[in-house]
């Protein structure tokens, strides 16, 4: 067996009819600049206060549900913070998010929205546990809270929901779902026909670190969104944001 692509080389050269090792090496080449050179990232990087001017007066309400015990799953409390002073910015009355998970992101909108703020947040329906139960782990954050009064649990996928009761109703959409490509570029289509004419759209994992390579779908969509809308990396976060 052999192991070091150097050593398969090397014997490959013994072993291997002249120029078929050279068409291989060209061939991995290709593959392995597909994988790891794809430029990505070509969203512009704007200070928050740039795209929301005076935003940074903004006194955010956040609880101990924003604290994340499990940082690799849900939002930074930094970028929850965001979300939060956007919404103390915008004041939206209706707001739309895809993928709850456990609802700390909804609660921040709800927080930090008007009193009579309508939240729309999207999941797929709780799955039933090997014991019988099912699973309540979605929508946990806001459950029993004051603010989780406004706010409105949907279930069902994102890609054959219905949205046409929704459309260019919403002030504020988050979009925070499946993050394959094709299901980010189908969730902000349908953001995009939900918002109001003065509404913003907000994208979690634009960026992401290499450990979690499963976002490049968010950030390959957005590229090519960013072609016909302009989109914007709020610097500092993994945030993408539109403002119509």
Request: aromatic share 8%; with cysteine.
């Amino acid at each position: 067996v052999v192991e070091r692509a150097e050593d398969f080389a090397r014997i490959a050269r013994f072993v291997v009819p002249a120029g078929l090792l050279d068409v291989y090496s060209a061939a991995r080449q290709k593959r392995r600049a597909k994988r790891f050179v794809e430029p990505l990232f070509k969203l512009p990087s704007r200070s928050i206060t740039d795209i929301f001017p005076g935003i940074e007066r903004a006194s955010v309400q956040l609880n101990l549900a924003h604290v994340p015990d499990r940082p690799e799953m849900v939002m930074p409390l930094a970028e929850t913070l965001i979300i939060g002073a956007i919404c103390q910015w915008l004041k939206p009355r209706r707001a739309f998010e895809i993928g709850t998970y456990r609802g700390a992101t909804a609660l921040a909108i709800a927080m930090n929205s008007p009193g009579d703020v309508t939240v729309f947040t999207l999941d797929l329906p709780p799955r039933r546990k090997e014991d019988g139960h099912v699973d309540d782990e979605i929508g946990s954050a806001y459950r029993g809270t004051p603010p989780g009064s406004r706010i409105t649990q949907l279930y069902g996928d994102s890609t054959t929901l219905d949205f046409r009761p929704y459309e260019r109703s919403m002030d504020l959409v988050l979009v925070d779902g499946n993050h394959d490509e094709r299901f980010v570029t189908a969730d902000s289509a349908n953001a995009l026909r939900m918002l109001k004419p003065s509404g913003v759209i907000v994208w979690d994992d634009y960026l992401w670190d290499r450990k979690y390579p499963e976002c490049a779908g968010v950030t390959r969509s957005l590229d090519k969104l960013s072609e016909e809308y302009d989109i914007a990396n709020i610097a500092g976060t993994r945030l993408a944001v539109y403002r119509r």
